[in-house]
């Protein structure tokens, strides 16, 4: 599929959702579709980097949300049924049992296929995080550079 492309707003900070968006930016990637995942407020929660965690130059308010919200992938609740994290424990063997990749597996994936991730300037300032507590692959933007992208695109998804 020559010149196609696909972009992914990315507002949910949950696993399930997350790995929904993922999974479909791998399958995008493997039939050669360029793929852009802009996130914004909770969907950053995905690409924060937890050994890169910093309260150095931050507020009180921002400090809380650093420590009081999910530092990586791993630590997404779900979306449904979350219960205290009993229902994604279960969720996360039952792909095991299934031998199904997990969440941290598919942003692998989509980091080495080249999808191109965009972080929300606004979000990020907002929550008070810091452009070296996320992946290196994230590229920090304003929404109008995220819109023309997207109007480019022949997929436009929101998750």
Known sequence: MPDKKMSLLMFSGDYDKAMAGL????????????????????????????DQMTQEDKTVYEKL????????????????????????????????????PKLIHFLKGARKKNVKFY?????????????EEFIPELEIVDAQTYLRDALESDVQLFI
């Open 119 to 131: 972080g929300c300037k606004l979000s990020v300032e907002i929550m008070g995080f810091k452009e």
């Open 23 to 50: 999974i479909l930016a791998n399958a995008a990637r493997d039939i050669d579709v360029e793929v852009t995942m802009f996130f914004a407020f909770w969907g950053l929660f995905l690409l924060r980097d937890p």
């Open 65 to 100: 949300m650093g420590w009081m919200t999910p530092k990586g992938p791993e630590e997404l609740p779900l979306s449904k049924m979350n219960f205290s994290g009993l229902g994604k424990w279960m969720l996360t063997e039952m792909i095991e049992d299934n031998e199904a």
